[in-house]
């Protein structure tokens, strides 16, 4: 069986080069940067004013300054400064030769119209210099970026209206099993509504990739070929959940392989996710999922969420957070490496989600992360430090 760390590396290492397109900065939230973007001009463009206040040589700090003009941000001086003279500057005005400093309007006295003193002890220049924050030609966005909102306003400084970014992956979701019902429906005894189903268009969405739904397929070949070939028609990546265990029905690999898919693994020895299915055609690529919710929902975020961001562009690498626990933890089995849902405290701790196994959807809802625990581990202790995997970064 192979490990986690080997199903991500045999999945990244399937991943073509994705396509581009260009959009407008209002559509870019969360795309990925295609290629790098960098500053068309200086910034700030001039020596820009800091403050309100008296734009001014500090050699003159000790005399009553003579105010020369007025400068409002966006107007350019006409003046220049001249020995025991000012101008009188709002943020972000530009400031006029001569000056080497701004004083602020705090730390000056009006003398009368048009004269000031500075009253101050001491003050800084207040002025921020052209060119300290990026200078013309800088590399200001770096392909691959996830475009969050910063990095749109950094775009929009240096006028990149139209960033080149990867295309989203399209990624058709179907879900099998024949007790399964669509949420609307009152579930029949022996029934279960599809939680997986929406849960998977929902966390497909939090990576931008674009979800098509198909439903449920019966645990028979012909609903599930046919199914998938439709799904394999219009996506670049078919995510399946249930299915892929041992049982008899359990149908999935064989329609994989029936539909010319190469399945690369189908065993991880992870808790929960064993099952988990990996498989590549010239055209697309499929994951099974395992039918426990906690277990789709798990695999989801370890497996498939970095690989649908690697399909987009992006190195999706969740911050490497080591966090003590709160109480003892227990588990009845430690033959492979295990993930429970836990939540973070206010005051930084890790405390355990009640959590009765795979098929447990409610353990998510309070979850802030997943914790791992190696193989071997049966018990953690209140106080120990434990990696956890953030859930909604
Ligand atoms: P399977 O992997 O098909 O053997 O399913 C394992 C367990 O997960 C069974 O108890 C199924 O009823 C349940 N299950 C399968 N698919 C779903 C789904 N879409 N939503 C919720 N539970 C599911
Ligand atoms: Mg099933």
């Given at each position: 069986m192979i490990t986690q760390q080997e199903a991500y590396d045999t999945m990244m290492k399937q991943v073509c080069q994705p396509a581009l397109e260009s959009i407008s900065l209002d559509q870019a939230l969360d795309r990925i940067l295609a290629k790098d973007i960098h500053a068309d001009i200086d910034m700030p463009p001039f020596i820009k004013s800091a403050m309100d206040g008296y734009a001014c040589r500090r050699a003159d700090l000790d005399n009553p300054l003579q105010m020369i003009e007025t400068i409002k941000a966006g107007q350019a001086p006409v003046q220049t400064i001249g020995k025991n003279q000012c101008s009188k500057i709002m943020t972000g005005g530009m400031v006029p030769e001569g000056a080497d400093c701004v004083i602020t309007v705090e730390e000056t006295e009006v003398l009368d119209t048009d004269s000031v003193c500075f009253i101050a002890d001491s003050t800084r220049n207040n002025v921020c210099l052209k060119g300290e924050d990026m200078?013309?030609?800088?590399?200001?966005?770096?392909?691959?970026?996830?475009?969050?909102?910063?990095?749109?306003?950094?775009?929009?400084?240096?006028?990149?209206?139209?960033?080149?970014?990867?295309?989203?992956?399209?990624?058709?979701?179907?879900?099998?099993?024949?007790?399964?019902?669509?949420?609307?429906?009152?579930?029949?005894?022996?029934?279960?509504?599809?939680?997986?189903?929406?849960?998977?268009?929902?966390?497909?969405?939090?990576?931008?990739?674009?979800?098509?739904?198909?439903?449920?397929?019966?645990?028979?070949?012909?609903?599930?070929?046919?199914?998938?070939?439709?799904?394999?028609?219009?996506?670049?990546?078919?995510?399946?959940?249930?299915?892929?265990?041992?049982?008899?029905?359990?149908?999935?690999?064989?329609?994989?392989?029936?539909?010319?898919?190469?399945?690369?693994?189908?065993?991880?020895?992870?808790?929960?996710?064993?099952?988990?299915?990996?498989?590549?055609?010239?055209?697309?690529?499929?994951?099974?999922?395992?039918?426990?919710?906690?277990?789709?929902?798990?695999?989801?975020?370890?497996?498939?969420?970095?690989?649908?961001?690697?399909?987009?562009?992006?190195?999706?690498?969740?911050?490497?957070?080591?966090?003590?626990?709160?109480?003892?933890?227990?588990?009845?089995?430690?033959?492979?490496?295990?993930?429970?849902?836990?939540?973070?405290?206010?005051?930084?701790?890790?405390?355990?989600?009640?959590?009765?196994?795979?098929?447990?959807?409610?353990?998510?809802c309070e979850a802030d992360c997943l914790v791992t625990m190696p193989a071997g581990v049966k018990s953690l202790d209140a106080g120990c430090m434990v990696s956890i995997h953030l859930i909604n970064p």
């Open positions: 200078r013309v030609g800088d590399v200001v966005l770096t392909a691959g970026t996830r475009l969050r909102p910063q990095h749109i306003a950094m775009a929009a400084s240096v006028g990149a209206v139209a960033p080149t970014v990867y295309c989203c992956s399209r990624v058709g979701i179907i879900s099998t099993g024949d007790e399964l019902v669509e949420p609307e429906i009152k579930p029949t005894l022996s029934q279960i509504r599809t939680s997986n189903s929406h849960q998977l268009v929902a966390q497909v969405l939090s990576t931008h990739a674009i979800p098509t739904y198909y439903g449920i397929t019966r645990d028979t070949e012909t609903s599930l070929d046919s199914m998938l070939k439709k799904a394999m028609a219009d996506n670049d990546v078919i995510l399946l959940s249930g299915g892929v265990s041992m049982g008899e029905f359990d149908l999935v690999p064989g329609i994989m392989k029936a539909n010319g898919f190469d399945i690369l693994f189908d065993e991880i020895a992870i808790q929960p996710g064993k099952p988990t299915t990996f498989a590549v055609s010239p055209n697309s690529y499929c994951v099974g999922l395992p039918g426990n919710p906690v277990a789709t929902f798990t695999q989801f975020e370890l497996l498939v969420k970095p690989f649908l961001y690697r399909l987009m562009g992006h190195d999706y690498e969740p911050p490497n957070i080591r966090l003590p626990m709160d109480s003892n933890h227990t588990r009845a089995r430690a033959r492979r490496d295990g993930w429970f849902p836990a939540t973070i405290t206010r005051e930084g701790t890790v405390s355990p989600c009640e959590f009765h196994g795979s098929a447990h959807v409610d353990s998510l």
